[in-house]
């Protein structure tokens, strides 16, 4: 049957990003880049998607938000963190505010560096995650059976 | 006969519904100058909701969508059995309400937004749709399928103004901009993903097979039109079935979403004018 990594559905949530990433996130839907191709579609809603891509440092008003988006995404799901800032905190890391890269708060699987993200970069990071995802999609379905 | 095309209904809609999906998005993409996703994607995406975790909201929305696909193939299938239908697109109107009932049983604003949107709509597209099973009957003399197609004349050439009511407000029933209000199959729309935000993997699947039973339904609506006691006529209902869909894809395209009152009037004008012009036109002639 058909695997996640034919249709991947993703969410995106801008944690304290400058919006460079954002932009470069959205040019990945443009005709250049077409990530639709993939059948990648970009859902505005965690209960249907399978990856969280966020960009931007987590700080103390994101940290919740991130949390429950992350646990809203049903099993199997993977999280692409796009920027050196949702990847580290970047320059952001010792400000006041900031807890630093998305991993601070939940699991990550890809890290997807550059300031802002190349939507070539992008693209190869959730390709990246993809293949992870079929991975944790094998897992999830042991988990099951064995249940 | 009747059995035989109620089964292929029950078991080619999905597929026949899928790849239709399929197509659409494209030609959507093509329209955009993008490459689109592979022919097979509908199906992808199905395979893939039904692996996901479950995660139910409420312990009715699974069984409200259920309600929702089944009596959808109810309605389907009596339309292919060449039985009543006044009855089928009642049936329909029923399946639609559990649609409604599920996608408010859940606590999210956007989804109780989506649901009103939708009884909305259906105040939208259901007077025209009652006026062509009228009108079915003043050109045929019966409301049963097996005689509208048995005609000597296709229905169209009674009812040219319904047809051009019901292509728009079909675009209602396949969820089309500029009609796409209570949700949509574009990603990002203003209240989240309206009806269908709070479902999930496999409820979302069985939401999904049960609008192809519908599309198929509506097609199949268009396809009556068209024939009647010749063979040629069913090459000729499925290449407008083609022409039509085409039609909503290109306007799906080329349009904006419409606000929901500007909706509601544009639907009754075109219903008072195209559908009730030739309901009056018909009752004069026949």
């Known amino acids: 049957m058909a695997k996640v990594s034919k249709s991947p559905w993703l969410l995106h949530y801008d944690a304290s990003s400058c919006n460079g990433c954002d932009i470069e996130v959205l040019d990945c839907l443009t005709p250049k880049y077409d990530i639709e191709r993939f059948g990648i579609i970009n859902t505005g809603d965690p209960f249907q998607a399978d990856i969280l891509l966020i960009t931007g440092g987590v700080n103390s008003q994101t940290e919740p938000v991130v949390k429950q988006l992350y646990s809203q995404i049903p099993e199997p799901k993977v999280v692409v963190a796009v920027g050196i800032c949702a990847c580290t905190g970047g320059v952001f890391k010792e400000c006041y505010n900031i807890k630093g890269g998305i991993d601070t708060v939940i699991p990550v699987d890809v890290y997807v560096p550059g300031c802002a993200a190349r939507p070539e970069a992008i693209i190869d990071g959730v390709v990246q995650a993809v293949a992870i995802l079929d991975k944790k999609r094998e897992e999830y379905r042991r988990q099951k059976n064995a249940k | 006969m009747q059995v035989l095309s109620v089964i292929g209904y029950l078991i080619l809609a999905p597929l026949a519904g899928g790849l239709l999906d399929g197509i659409d998005r494209i030609i959507s993409a093509r329209m ?14 199905i395979g893939k909701l039904f692996s996901k975790e479950v995660i139910a909201v409420n312990n009715v929305q699974m069984l409200l969508n259920l309600s929702y696909l089944v009596f959808l193939a109810i309605a389907g299938s009596m339309l292919f059995a060449g039985k009543d239908i006044l009855m089928c697109l009642f049936i329909l109107s029923t399946a639609d309400m559990f649609l409604i009932m599920g996608a408010s049983s859940d606590s999210s604003p956007y989804a109780n937004l989506g649901a009103g949107r939708e009884m909305i709509q259906m105040m939208a597209y259901e007077p025209l749709t009652l006026i062509v099973a009228v009108g079915f009957y003043l050109s045929s003399g019966s409301f049963q399928v097996s005689d509208i197609i048995g005609q000597q004349y296709s229905s169209v050439l009674f009812m040219p103004g319904m047809l051009l009511g019901f292509m728009f407000t079909a675009a209602i029933k396949f969820r089309k901009s500029p009609f796409d209000l209570s949700t949509s199959h574009h990603a990002h729309q203003e209240m989240v993903k309206g009806l269908t935000t709070e479902m999930s993997g496999p409820t979302l699947a069985i939401m999904n097979i049960a609008e192809y039973y519908e599309m198929i ?15 040629w006529s069913w090459p000729l209902a499925i290449a407008a079935c083609a022409v039509i869909f085409f039609l909503e894809t290109l306007w799906d395209n080329a349009s904006a979403r419409l606000k929901w009152k500007t909706l509601l009037d544009s639907c ?8 009730g012009v030739n309901l009056l036109i018909l009752m004069l002639l026949k």
């Not at chain 2, 009754?268 to 559908?275: A, D, K, N, P, Q």
């Open chain 2, 268 to 275: 009754w004008v075109i219903t008072l004018l195209f559908g």
């Open chain 2, 217 to 231: 339904l509506i097609l199949g609506i268009f396809c009556l039109f068209f024939l009647n006691g010749n063979w």
């Open chain 2, 32 to 45: 955009q100058r993008r490459k689109g996703p592979p022919l097979l994607q509908p199906f992808y995406d």
